[in-house]
């Protein structure tokens, strides 16, 4: 497994690299179906077109440390659009926060891992959310205290697409750049999807580039799903200067199981027996593509 | 003998569809939940008059209030979690100061929202759309009782809150029943005079239930069925302080500010000296987990209240 200590520990050849992240990213995807599928319930559309994003911050670029939950030097993660818990506990589990047995009492009475995460009690949770729309504003809280303590550390935060309906994410945006923000990455999770339908039908968020752009944010644009990609990207916000910076990761709701893949109707609806079995069926057979089998 | 069940919330849906007809100024807002909250059945409809406002509950609350403004009869809808509190400046300046025409009507309230746990479990709706000055409180308990307060809702003018969970409930009403409710009148749902049981929302059926298992200890529990906790039907609360030795109020909310606290506010300035009990969420946040399992954790199941009850007549 890749270091989840500080940086990058394992000295891997590039392909190496990018290979081992997809796997991973595959096995999160497996985590996140059988955990919903235990739990008859939970959001496997944006759990599941979250994952490569948060598998590189976890698994490759951030600093960070299981063992030391609490340490002030960490760098910061939060998930605003909290529905996509299962991603965030798989990948925390991985990485050793707490006993992967956990994932499979998902939302269960007198367990750990709440349908939505909550810091109290969840080792390795920044911020507790579900009611969308307020990360950002959180974010900015942390990174204004990582300001004001002189400390190293990033915050990355990642918004639905739909989230940024919310009023308060364009509050925060203004925050953010009015306070040069630039230890504060947005990752934006754009799906094109809500619960009612496609974003752009619900309520228009198109130019989401230049919204972003003119809250005086640095704003760039990737395919969400390629490791490559979002690696260089972070790498770009975190050099960057006097601004917060907004990547927006184009991605597909439900991606890796493929009629999950852009179906509104799996933002939270669970598979049913037959669909768990069709989708760890896929995922293993991307994995042995992936593997080269 | 198995129960029906009907969800409240498709009675909603299919309520607002008549309404439409009936009023051509009735017009509906959701925030991005219109399939959860069966507003979708009215959008269907009547596109024209249905407003998709995204993820932007402040937004939808102001917006309603502004149509209201115009003549319009305003309902807007979303989660009870999102409908409150996350929006209360809005509900207190726009619609309750304002006195504006609109209905919000919550669903997914209380603890039976189960799996999603506790930041989507609204227990605090009651309280804080109760201190708002004109602002009417319901919380029907089953499909049949939603339809009718539904139309109570559009027909008297003024700012109004609703909420139901998200689950099927039991009916207790049969389709047609219930043709002369009134706001601001609870219902004797069952008699009995040894105890009396006020519940609200789905507490009315558990509440109910309560009164077979205490019935087969010879007590005898009156049920009264408080669908509008503000103004609450306070004439009823003192004939039943009177009438039998004991009273327990039953909610899916917190005992703080909901319906516990509005029967105790009565009970106190009449000087009334009945043993009283609150049963609801003791002042903490749920978890997640099955409903069933949720209620008897704590404290809500229908075992637990005839306990309680059996305790206050000792
Ligand atoms: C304030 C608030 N309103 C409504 C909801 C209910 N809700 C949960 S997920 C969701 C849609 C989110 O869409 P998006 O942000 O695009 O997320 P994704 O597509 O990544 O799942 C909604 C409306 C919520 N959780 N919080
Ligand atoms: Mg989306």
Not at chain 1, 28 to 49: D, F, N, Q, T, V
Not at chain 1, 144 to 152: C, Q, T
Not at chain 1, 188 to 217: A, C, H, M, P, Y
Not at chain 2, 288 to 308: M, Q, R, V, W
Request: charged share 25%.
């Amino acid at each position: 497994m890749l270091s989840t200590g500080w940086g990058i520990t394992l000295k891997l050849h590039n392909d190496e690299l990018i290979k081992k992240l997809n796997l991973t990213a595959v096995k999160i995807r497996r985590h996140i179906i059988e955990m919903l599928y235990k739990a008859k319930s939970g959001h496997p559309g944006g759990s599941l077109s979250a994952v490569d994003a948060i598998v590189t911050l976890y698994f490759y670029h951030m600093r960070h440390n299981a063992k030391k939950p609490d340490d002030l030097d960490r760098d910061r993660f939060i998930l605003s659009k909290g529905h996509a818990a299962p991603t965030l506990y798989a990948v925390l589990a991985e990485c050793g926060y707490f006993d992967v047995k956990e994932l499979k009492r998902l939302r269960e009475i007198n367990c750990m891992l709440q349908g939505h995460p909550v810091c109290q009690h969840i080792p390795g949770i920044e911020a507790s959310t579900g009611s969308l729309g307020h990360g950002l504003s959180f974010a900015n809280g942390v990174a204004l205290a990582g300001k004001l303590d002189k400390k190293e550390y990033n915050v990355y935060v990642m918004l639905g697409d739909g989230e940024t309906d919310e009023g308060q994410i364009w509050e925060a945006a203004a925050a953010a750049s009015h306070y040069k923000l630039n230890n504060l990455t947005g990752l934006l999770d754009r799906n094109f999807l809500q619960i009612d339908g496609n974003t752009e039908d619900v309520l228009r968020l198109e130019s989401v580039r230049e919204r972003w752009s003119s809250f005086g944010w640095n704003v760039i644009e990737i395919d969400g799903h390629d490791i490559q990609q979002i690696i260089d990207a972070l790498h770009e916000a975190d050099e960057r200067e006097n601004q917060p910076t907004m990547i927006i990761l184009i991605t597909v709701k439900g991606k890796g199981v493929s009629f999950m893949e852009n179906n509104v109707d799996f933002h939270g609806v669970p598979p049913n027996e037959l669909e768990y079995k069709l989708a760890i069926r896929e995922l293993d057979t991307l994995q042995r593509k992936l593997e080269g089998i | 003998m198995s129960k029906v069940m009907e969800n409240p919330r498709s009675a909603y849906g299919e309520t607002l569809v008549e309404l439409g007809k009936k009023y051509p100024n009735l017009v509906v807002l959701d925030a991005d939940l219109s399939k959860s909250t069966k507003t979708i059945m009215f959008a269907k409809r009547y596109p024209d008059r249905f407003f998709e406002m995204g993820i932007a509950e402040a937004n939808m609350i102001s917006t309603a209030a502004g149509l209201a403004s115009c003549g319009k009869i305003s309902f807007a809808s979303t989660f009870a979690v999102f409908a409150t509190g996350r929006v209360y400046d809005q509900i207190r300046m726009d619609i309750a100061y304002s006195n504006a025409n609109v209905k919000i009507f919550a669903t997914h309230g209380g603890i039976s929202v189960g799996k999603d746990g506790a930041s989507h479990q609204m227990i605090e709706d009651i309280a804080l759309m109760r201190v708002l000055p004109n602002m009417v409180v319901f919380a029907p308990s089953d499909a049949t009782q939603t339809r009718r307060i539904v139309e109570r809702m559009a027909t008297k003018y003024g700012p109004m809150y609703a909420r139901v969970g998200r689950a099927s409930a039991p009916l207790i009403y049969k389709k047609d029943d219930l043709k002369d409710i009134k706001i601001g009148k609870g219902i004797t749902t069952k008699d009995g005079d040894d105890i009396s049981i006020i519940a609200c929302g789905t507490m009315v059926d558990y509440a109910l239930d309560t009164r077979k298992l205490l019935s087969k200890e010879g007590i005898k529990a009156r049920v009264i069925d408080m669908h509008t906790i503000k103004p609450i039907d306070k004439k009823l609360v003192l004939k039943c302080a009177k009438e039998t030795n004991a009273m327990l109020t039953a909610e899916e909310h917190s005992v703080i500010g909901g319906l516990g606290s509005a029967v105790s506010e009565i009970l106190a300035e009449k000087g009334c000296s009945c043993k009283f009990r609150r049963m609801g969420i003791q002042d903490m946040f749920c978890e997640s987990g099955e409903p069933k399992d949720l209620f008897a954790k704590y404290g809500l199941s229908a075992y637990h209240i005839a306990k309680t009850a059996k305790e206050l007549l000792k």
